[in-house]
């Protein structure tokens, strides 16, 4: 069973750690090299793939990554690849996971003012 972790955040690098430490195999898909720099070549059992994954292209990667789970740990305004993703965890009977990042909380500190400027 392989994971795919659809990364290119701080989260998901510590994700990636996670499922390293469970002994998983993982690719994690990144589009970016610099977002490649998250993910350490020493973590075991890692694979990085940099690019973009198309709709097109998406049936044989899961195929001959033998993929079995999806990880969705990606950036909240990478609505694209998330919609994919979905759509081929029910094409492809896999299971979906959606990492969502903690809402932040308005401390009492704060305060809000709403301005107009000339």
Same mark, same amino acid.
């Given at each position: 069973m392989t994971?795919? #972790?659809?990364?290119? +955040? $701080?989260e998901s690098a510590e994700l990636a750690r996670a499922i390293a430490r &469970?002994?998983? =195999?993982?690719?994690? +898909?990144v589009t970016t090299e610099s977002a490649r720099l998250l993910y350490p070549r020493l973590i075991p059992r890692l694979q990085v793939w940099v690019g973009r994954l198309s709709a097109e292209k998406l049936e044989n990667? %899961?195929? +001959? !990554?033998?993929? !079995?789970?999806? #990880?969705? &740990?990606?950036? =909240?305004? &990478?609505?694209e690849v998330s919609q994919m993703a979905v759509l081929a965890a029910i @094409?492809? $009977?896999? /299971? *979906? %996971? !959606? *990492? @969502? !990042? /903690?809402t932040l909380k308005q401390s009492s500190g704060l305060e809000i003012l709403n301005s107009e400027f000339p």
């Open positions: 994971v795919w #972790l659809i990364g290119g +955040t $701080q &469970a002994d998983l =195999p993982c690719i994690v +898909t990667f %899961l195929h +001959t !990554r033998n993929i !079995r789970c999806i #990880l969705d &740990a990606s950036h =909240p305004f &990478a609505v @094409e492809f $009977q896999v /299971p *979906y %996971l !959606r *990492y @969502e !990042r /903690p």
